[in-house]
């Protein structure tokens, strides 16, 4: 079936860099827009930042300007690099894709979480 299993999470301390990866795999066809999310302790799970296959990009507000969404196509790969790390970051990150599988069917995945965690 499809997986997307995401890695680079862990603890840094407030203005550090964070570089997270969420790779696709199994019988994939094409991926349309892949993203990030997050949820931290208590509160609703929140978009953080969006790209279509062709590029473009959409952020949440809370994290313009610092952090930067991309993709490799051919690797099924989104990145998320995470930079002037706040401690209102610390979430669970989730990585997010609209698969179209070899099937021709279309589904939405998540990936299992990573934890980041912004403390000194």
């Known amino acids: 079936q499809v997986q997307l299993v995401e890695s680079g999470g862990g603890l840094v301390q407030p203005g550090g860099s964070l570089r997270l990866s969420c790779a696709a795999s199994?019988?994939?066809?094409?991926?349309?827009?892949m993203g990030w999310y997050r949820q931290a302790p208590g509160k609703q799970r929140e978009l953080v930042a969006t790209?279509?296959?062709?590029?473009?990009?959409n952020y949440a507000d809370s994290v313009k300007g610092r952090f930067t969404i991309s993709r490799d196509n051919t690797k099924n790969t989104v990145y998320l690099q995470m930079n002037s790390l706040k401690p209102e970051d610390t979430a669970v990150y989730y990585c997010?894709?609209?698969?179209?599988?070899?099937?021709?069917?279309?589904?939405?995945?998540w990936g299992q979480g990573t934890q980041v965690t912004v403390s000194s």
């Open positions: 997010n894709a609209d698969i179209l599988k070899l099937d021709f069917r279309k589904n939405n995945y």
């Open positions: 199994g019988r994939i066809f094409s991926i349309n827009a």
């Open positions: 790209i279509t296959s062709g590029g473009s990009t």
